[in-house]
């Protein structure tokens, strides 16, 4: 079985753009790689195909396509298969049913999700109904990770999102910080990992780069491959791929959170 | 890119993928069905189906189950079900409501752990086709290992073709399909009388949808009767789907039970045309069989699914059917069949029985006959 893992983590805190540069990693390392942007904006592989927006399932589905894989799955940089879900524009229908949909959809015409060694989900900042735990429901998620910065709230996310996963009986395999340049950062979502019974794997700084190379299309990886903070993603990439351990998280109460993110 | 071609919207409600999955589990000899989903949905087959000795329950979500999700709900029932009924076989069936919010049935099954086979069917009521909640009942039902991949494929087969037959000349036919009740029975049994008398060679076939048999089989009895009275010359020939050798426990006790009533009755059954699931075939069979032997025949009687036989053979007839669908007339017309009569509520009335009930245009045949 291919190791599937999902990345939470607060709205806008860099899911996606850690999702795109450790999947770049992996096809570097030669490791077949499999990315599904679960989220309506559908933004999740656009950095590893050149700035190319590719037709997603629910767009598809809705013209009444009778869908083949070949339509839904491209190849990226140095072949990572891109799908992306896509969905309904904010405020209509129901995004989460979408997922659910298109999950069952791509089981049963792809292999994309079987035949691979990393699968990434990359999933919304707010996992709003059933329909976005759609992948962990249907067994097809078995580590996840929690991205956020230092300061309370991505922190209060981070929480909530563990609140989730017990629920669910999933296994947070690690914590990834994903830096704001706040002070003390690396210090205190050291601490809350250990008091949520997980550790930190990563600390990336914050990079003008990551954002300069997403504008032009790209990852940092297939951009800036010398610069630091690609080296940043790929050490973060070979712990993934490397990680066996992985322990449901035991959330912390909102006082706890509080004193622990008190600078 | 390969588009689809649009199916075109159809306005008239359609059976229920739901309700298809529910009879589907009964004909698997299920005991208690749980619905996980509104406590009305599928209101008036849950209580039929209790007819036929399922229990079907509900978890009666509502409001605030449809926002913080029915998982308790669903695990609370399915601990009742197992105390209160003591079942040897479990259905789980969902509904919009539970499938929209994204409602997992299985985990459920992992939190009760019963010790009796589950089925966890995951339906909506929103495919263009019911079959497809035949085709994911019985896809859970292989998966519990309750029928065969034999079986699986066989149903799968058949469905599509009843997927067909209804997109041809059935209830998936047309944009709107106004109801109507037919033509008047009393003329039409006048009209078959007329022609007995006269002696005319008949054809007289049940190709019927499953427990609806029941009360087809009534029709083809008496117009045997009748006509064996009426025209001793007129040479009718019986055809039937009641083979009891295939098809899924229910509908093998069901076959078997009617072909014995009509052959303890008098009635030959001159031609076996399939099951009572293969309806959708069966009429190919029959088509087969008349255009080999019966060609020349000066009528035919059809019940059940008449609009499953093809017109090939039975163009030159003098065609009379018996639907149970209002909205099967106009089809049914347009196909070319001169007497298109609807025994209503037909359905109801063949749960719960092992044996052959009254029908209307039998009854009025009958009566008819003792008068001429
Ligand atoms: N380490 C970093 N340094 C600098 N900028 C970053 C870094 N990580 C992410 N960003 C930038 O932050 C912005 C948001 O990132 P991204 O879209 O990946 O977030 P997300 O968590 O996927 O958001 P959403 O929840 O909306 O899907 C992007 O413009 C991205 O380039
Ligand atoms: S809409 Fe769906 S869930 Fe609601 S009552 Fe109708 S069939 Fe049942
Ligand atoms: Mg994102």
Redesign the pocket.
């Known amino acids: 079985m291919p190791k599937q893992i999902a990345i939470y983590?607060?709205?806008?805190?860099?899911?996606?753009?850690?999702a795109s540069n450790v999947a770049a990693a992996c096809a570097d390392e030669g490791h077949r790689v499999t990315i599904i942007g679960c989220?309506p904006?559908s933004?999740s592989s656009i950095t590893l195909l050149r700035g190319r927006r590719i037709p997603t399932i629910m767009d598809l589905m809705r013209q009444g396509m009778d869908i083949r894989e070949e339509d839904i799955v491209f190849s990226g940089y140095k072949g990572v298969r891109c799908v992306e879900i896509g969905g309904p524009e904010p405020g209509i229908g129901c995004a989460g049913r979408g997922i659910i949909v298109a999950i069952g959809l791509l089981k049963k015409i792809s292999k994309a999700i079987e035949d691979t060694d990393l699968v990434i989900y990359?999933v919304?900042?707010d996992i709003v109904c059933g329909g976005f735990v759609a992948p962990v429901k249907k067994g097809l998620v078995n580590e996840a990770y929690v991205?956020t910065s230092g300061e309370y709230m991505p922190l209060y996310a981070a929480n909530n999102i563990c609140k989730g996963l017990s629920r669910l009986e999933m296994t947070l395999n690690g914590v990834i910080c994903?830096?704001r340049g706040a002070p003390n950062e690396e210090n205190i979502v050291s601490g809350f990992a250990k008091e949520i019974g997980s550790r930190l794997i990563a600390f990336?700084?914050?990079?003008?780069l990551?954002?300069t190379c997403?504008r032009e299309g790209f990852s940092v990886i297939e951009k800036a491959p010398d610069s630091g903070?690609a080296e940043v993603y790929r050490k973060l990439a070979q712990s993934i791929m490397e990680n066996k351990e992985g322990k449901i998280p035991t959330p912390l109460d909102d006082s706890k959170l509080r004193e622990l993110t008190r600078i | 890119m390969p588009v689809k071609e649009k199916e075109p919207l159809i306005m008239h409600p359609r059976p229920s993928s739901i309700v298809a999955a529910l009879y589907t589990l009964r004909d698997l000899d299920t005991d208690v069905v749980i619905l996980h989903g509104p406590p009305g949905c599928c209101f008036k087959h849950a209580r039929l189906l209790e007819e036929d000795g399922m229990r079907v329950v509900t978890t009666s979500l509502d409001e605030s189950g449809f926002v913080f999700g029915g998982h308790d709900s669903l695990v609370e029932v399915l601990e009742k079900v197992i105390r209160r009924f003591n079942p040897k076989r479990i259905g789980i069936v969902g509904t919009c409501a539970s499938m929209i919010i994204g409602e997992e049935l299985h985990e459920a099954v992992m939190d009760v752990q019963p010790d009796v086979p589950v089925i966890e069917v995951e339906v909506h009521a929103g495919y263009r086709d019911n079959t497809k909640g035949v085709i994911i009942a019985l896809e859970s039902a292989l998966a519990a290992g309750i029928i065969s991949e034999a079986e699986f494929e066989r149903q799968k087969a058949l469905l599509k073709e009843a997927t067909m037959v209804e997109k041809r000349h059935g209830a998936a036919s047309k944009e709107y399909l106004a109801p109507s009740r037919g033509d008047l029975k009393f003329k039409v049994a006048g009209r078959l009388l007329e022609l007995m008398k006269q002696g005319k060679k008949g054809l007289n076939i049940l190709n019927a949808k499953k427990e609806t048999a029941f009360m087809f089989a009534d029709i083809n009895l008496d117009v045997a009767e009748v006509a064996g009275k009426t025209g001793p010359g007129s040479q009718i020939i019986n055809m039937a789907n009641l083979d009891e050798n295939v098809g899924l426990p229910k509908n093998r006790r069901n076959a078997s039970e009617i072909k014995e009533e009509l052959i303890r009755k008098g009635m030959d059954i001159h031609h076996i045309t399939g099951g009572l699931d293969e309806y959708p075939i069966a009429g190919d069979t029959a088509s087969r069989i008349i255009g080999e032997k019966y060609q020349d025949f000066d009528f035919a009687v059809i019940t059940g699914v008449p609009h499953a036989l093809p017109m090939d053979h039975l163009k030159n007839m003098e065609l009379f059917s018996i639907t149970n669908g209002p909205r099967q007339v106009v089809p049914l017309k347009e196909m070319g069949h001169q007497h298109v009569m609807v025994e209503i509520d037909l359905h109801p009335k063949t749960l719960g029985v092992n044996h052959i009930v009254e029908s209307e245009f039998g009854a009025t045949l009958r009566e008819m006959s003792k008068g001429a």
């Open positions: 983590g607060k709205g806008g805190i860099g899911k996606s753009s850690t989220d904006k933004d990359d919304p900042g991205l994903n830096s990336i700084p914050k990079d003008v990551v954002q997403e903070i």
